[in-house]
């Protein structure tokens, strides 16, 4: 009874710190909005919604970059079993929800492995309220993949002797959609556990550590099983991406990295807030999202004190193990600040170029996470020392007053991210775009099936920096240009565009083949060919102009049909057009009717009286296949990109349909393995009960 009040009270502790932090949206009707929020997250969410009341599981995208996989990207969190918040809530609701939920659970999770390493309440809810309100997970609230990652490192931690419950946690962890936390979250495990070989001394030492490599071993079955409906996929999609097909220069990979003044301001923020006030100017942040990672200047002063203090009593009292593993752990985390340094670190290109994981992973400020998660480890290790010996000084009388530290340290970093990020109106996600609402209109009128795509010119995607004092005004007008994949809520057809974490090659290859024209009138035929209808840019285009507000918006008049039937002669072998000069007249390109258009399915109808080549300008992608009047086709690759089929002459039915393999395969392995841990769960239950 005793301890469920306990418990209760703790919960309640972290309940409140969450709750005061997101005090401005929480009981205000307002919400966050910037960037990916935006951009991505809650085009996501609401696609994924629509599919699921379809009955459909979101397996492909037709609306962004002329189509990818939506389910296999590890951001999406389809299969993450938090997002059930957001496929049974509306989205601002579900927003405020996720954001309590990983909190609590960021902070719950450090108190409890506190608690498992027999250490006092205060520690640990000051190692929980220092970890969920730390400036790395505050600036990294507007990513909802990378934030609700950041909440699971502790509950590693806490099961690191259960291989079972690793390996769940590490599924979990998975799920929730960021690999490069995952990643650093699985390393630092490994080296906190290795380091507790220590105790072990010389004879035990071979034992402890092939016991730790059958441990991990064993939770990595389990988290493999776990994650294979999310892994499987996504393997194929970076197989198949921009990114791992082709290696990110130094410069690129090296973007973000971390100044002077950001490592300063990891433990003295309110005194060294230079470059601060700008970033706010520009995107309303008060903090850099891709460079912070402070702990607050309460924290700094407890580490400090408790760093010497400790040094001072385990030599004093000869625990040189205990010595060994703090300046490992200090190592580790003046680790992550050198690596955060990235391009301004000596030897971050020696790097570079010999670890492969580095030439994939961009913004080498988010290494500061080694930072932050090493710090409440050294905070966990060296404040006991004091409390220790504070209460011998005492003789075990009352130390209430040590209560004020997690107090100080919840002020402290209240203080700090008070206003972090702007906040608007609850209605933000259902105001009406102006330059989708006309889209949609033209489509409607020209009796678009499906709806034709359209382009935002590179010039006007690069330019997106907001220099206007008001920052929400910036914002709005930004998404009139829609950006990223704000189309998908929509229902309108992107071709191409920047800032998706994972374009596939081939589209992208396409696209560059666009970039490197000079001139709209030499890039308005490959855009035709792309279904390309609608063009927005800042600059002036040599073509009709449809409307000047709120975004400039043009028309390419040489769109063809999403659906072109292309005679043989035209169709060159190489999956490519034979030019206009061999053929020595004009290409002809036919409308194909599409008689039905979902994500995962689409069907052609046409009579044709000479063969040739039928070409549906979406992406081509493992996965899809093709059927003729029923029977099994041959799917080609046409211009790079575009699913395309060889016919004969007749009327045709042609279906192209979206089966994954590797999804298919990953969601058997999952749910066999789901299947063997609720059989080894329901026994223990009743072990248990009967015992």
């Known amino acids: 009874m005793v301890k469920n009040i306990k418990y209760s009270l703790v919960l309640l502790i972290f309940f409140f710190s969450a709750v005061s932090f997101l005090r401005d949206t929480l009981f205000t009707g307002k919400t966050y909005y910037t960037r990916d929020l935006t951009y991505i997250f809650h085009p996501w969410k609401h696609f994924t919604v629509e599919e699921l009341q379809q009955g ?19 951001q999406s969190q ?133 016991g730790k490599i059958r441990k991990y071993l064993y939770a990595g079955i389990i988290f493999a099983g776990l994650a294979a409906v999310q892994l499987f996929p996504a393997v194929e999609l970076i197989a198949n991406s921009q990114r791992g097909t082709m290696k990110l220069d130094y410069q690129t990979v090296t973007v973000n990295s971390a100044k002077g003044n950001d490592i300063i301001n990891c433990f003295v923020p309110m005194l060294n807030s230079s470059g601060i006030k700008g970033q706010q100017q520009i995107t309303g942040e008060k903090y850099y999202w891709a460079t912070t990672g402070y702990i607050g200047e309460a924290v700094t002063s407890l580490l400090v004190v408790g760093i010497i203090f400790a040094f001072v009593v385990f030599i004093r009292d000869k625990k040189y193990k205990d010595i060994i593993k703090l300046l490992f752990l200090l190592m580790l985390a003046g680790m992550g600040l050198v690596l955060a340094l990235g391009e301004k670190f000596w030897g971050y290109k ?45 003789n075990g009388s009352n130390n209430g007053y040590l209560w004020l530290i997690p107090a100080v340290v919840l002020i402290n970093l209240l203080i700090l991210s008070y206003k972090h990020l702007p906040v608007t109106s609850d209605r933000w996600y259902g105001y009406i775009n102006h330059t989708a609402a006309r889209l949609q209109y033209e489509n409607i009128k020209n009796n678009s099936h499906p709806w034709e795509r359209f382009f935002v010119s590179p010039a006007t995607d690069r330019n997106r920096m907001f220099t206007t004092g008001n920052v929400e005004y910036a914002w709005k007008l930004s998404t009139e240009k829609l950006f990223n994949l704000i189309s998908m809520k929509f229902h309108l057809f992107n071709f191409a565009g920047m800032g998706e974490p994972l374009e596939l090659a081939n589209s992208y290859s396409y696209a560059l083949d666009i970039y490197e024209q000079k001139r709209f009138e030499d890039a308005k035929y490959l855009l035709g060919f792309a279904n390309v209808r609608y063009v927005i840019a800042d600059t002036d285009l040599n073509a009709e102009l449809l409307c000047t507000t709120p975004a400039k918006v043009y028309l390419n008049d040489k769109t063809l049909s999403r659906a072109v039937f292309i005679p043989e002669k035209n169709a060159g072998t190489d999956g490519q057009l034979v030019s206009q000069s061999e053929t020595k007249k004009k290409l002809v390109f036919e409308k194909v009717g599409i008689t039905r258009y979902s994500p995962e399915r689409v069907n052609l109808q046409l009579t044709q009286k000479r063969a040739g080549v039928v070409v549906l300008t979406d992406n081509w992608y493992p996965g899809w296949v093709v059927k003729v009047d029923g029977l099994n086709s041959k799917l080609e690759k046409f211009m790079k990109t575009f699913r395309a089929v060889k016919v004969n002459t007749g009327t045709l039915n042609i279906e192209f349909v979206y089966i994954p393999g590797m999804f298919c395969a990953g969601l058997s392995l999952t749910l066999l393995t789901v299947t063997i841990l609720l059989i080894i769960g329901l026994r223990y239950a009743t072990q248990k009960v009967v015992g």
């Open 350 to 394: 020696f790097i570079y170029e010999h670890l492969l994981l580095f030439r994939y992973f961009r913004y080498p400020g988010g290494l500061m996470y080694i930072f932050s998660a090493a710090a409440v480890l050294i905070l966990i290790t060296t404040l006991p020392v004091i409390f220790e010996k504070l209460e011998r000084k005492s």
């Open 56 to 74: 459909r599981v979101p397996l492909w995208n037709p609306y962004a970059y002329s189509g990818m996989p939506l389910m296999a990207n590890m």
């Open 78 to 210: 389809v299969f993450y079993p938090l997002s059930l918040v957001f496929y049974s809530l509306p989205f601002v609701k579900a927003l405020k929800l996720f954001y309590l939920l990983h909190l609590i659970l960021a902070g719950l999770g450090w108190y409890l492995f506190s608690q498992k390493k027999g250490v006092c309440a205060v520690v640990g809810i000051t190692a929980g309220i220092m970890y969920m309100l730390s400036g790395y997970l505050v600036s990294k609230i507007e990513f909802l993949s990378l934030f609700a990652s950041l909440a699971w490192l502790p509950w590693m931690l806490l099961f690191i002797d259960n291989w079972l419950m690793l390996g769940v946690v590490l599924g979990v962890s998975f799920l929730a959609g960021y690999p490069q936390i995952w990643g650093m979250q699985a390393g630092i495990l490994i080296f906190y556990d290795f380091l507790q070989v220590i105790d072990n001394g010389r004879s035990n030492l071979r034992a402890g550590v092939l």
